[in-house]
């Protein structure tokens, strides 16, 4: 699950990269609908599953793992929905968060659409 917060991390700041960079608006306000709801789902991720099992000691600043920022958010997004996939596999998480990450994968899916027009 620390893994996701790092890729969701991310994937925010490859968008605010793009956002930063772009030249013609239409892309600019692209960027930034890509980056919406990212914090709500690492703040959600962290407090349901990390915070709720008392394990507040593995945030560190290695949150923004530099390694996954990538500025082809198609890729990354896509690099997303596998690992979420991935999670929803394990036996071992508890039903709140399985819906949590189904909830954020679907989001991805849409992401990826307007990545793809990006």
């Not at 700041?13 to 956002?19: D, G, M, P, Q, V």
């Not at 990538?70 to 709140?96: P, T």
């Amino acid at each position: 699950m620390y893994e996701l917060l790092q890729r969701l991390v991310a994937f925010k700041y490859a968008c605010k990269i793009n956002h930063w960079k772009s030249a013609a608006y239409a892309p600019h306000l692209l960027f930034d609908r890509l980056a919406e709801d990212i914090d709500t789902w690492v703040d959600s991720v962290a407090e349901s599953h990390f915070m709720a099992a008392d394990e507040k000691n593995v945030f560190k600043p290695d949150l923004l793992n530099p390694k996954m920022i990538d500025k082809n958010l198609v890729k990354l997004c896509e690099s997303i929905i596998s690992h979420i996939e991935a999670l929803l596999d394990d036996d071992e998480l508890n039903e709140g968060d399985k819906s949590l990450l189904g909830d954020i994968e679907a989001a991805f899916l849409g992401k990826l659409a307007l990545a793809k027009l990006a």
